[in-house]
């Protein structure tokens, strides 16, 4: 009797079976069907809605909407990235972070004595090189002084030549009308 029982059993939790994955069919085309027409009646009613306002309001609407958007993604990725930037200095990560930090210090302090101790040398070249040109062209002056001296001199002696060569003549002639 109990064989008996037990195909009948087995048929009837078989069926069950079958009948159940047969609803779970059926409930997920319902499922479906309802999501598409809830999709259908959402388009239909932002349609509608958009046909009631006026044309300017609607596309102030949609921009409006559009920014809200843009300022809500922008506000998600921003708290990301808070999120990833927070660290304390006892954790690995703040450990790692300031161990690199003060090593870039460090470099930076070389760096800006290089710098310093280049920009002096700089100067130091730039002195030197106005050094010799102030010595040349004292050198130009003093000359161009001694060759005015020497110019002067000449002048002095022709100044001085012209005047004898005056007198001369003044004397010559006055000589021959004496005698004439």
Do not use: H
Not at 21 to 31: N, P, R, S
Not at 49 to 72: F, G, N
Not at 98 to 103: D, G, I, S, T
Not at 115 to 124: A, D, F, I, S, Y
Request: glycine letters at 4%; a negative charge.
């Amino acid at each position: 009797m109990e064989l008996e029982k037990r195909p009948v059993t087995e048929n009837v939790e078989g069926s069950l079976d079958v009948k159940l994955a047969k609803t779970k069919q059926q409930l997920a085309l319902v499922t479906e069907e309802l999501k598409d027409r809830t999709k259908q009646l959402d388009a239909e009613r932002e349609d509608s809605q958009r046909k009631l306002l006026d044309p300017t309001w609607s596309l102030l609407y949609k921009a409006m909407k559009k920014e809200v958007e843009e300022k809500t993604k922008k506000i998600e990725l921003l708290q990301r990235e808070m999120l990833g930037v927070g660290f304390t200095p006892s954790s690995i990560t703040g450990k790692k972070i300031v161990a690199k930090l003060k090593a870039m210090q460090t470099e930076n302090e070389e760096l800006g004595k290089q710098l310093c101790q280049g920009r002096v040398e700089q100067l130091q070249t730039a002195l030197a090189l106005e050094k010799t040109l102030v010595e040349q062209l004292r050198r130009e002056v003093r000359e161009a002084n001694e060759q005015a001296l020497d110019l002067n001199q000449e002048n002095e002696d022709l100044t001085a030549e012209c005047f004898s060569l005056r007198a001369q003549l003044e004397q010559t002639r006055s000589d021959p009308r004496e005698s004439s």
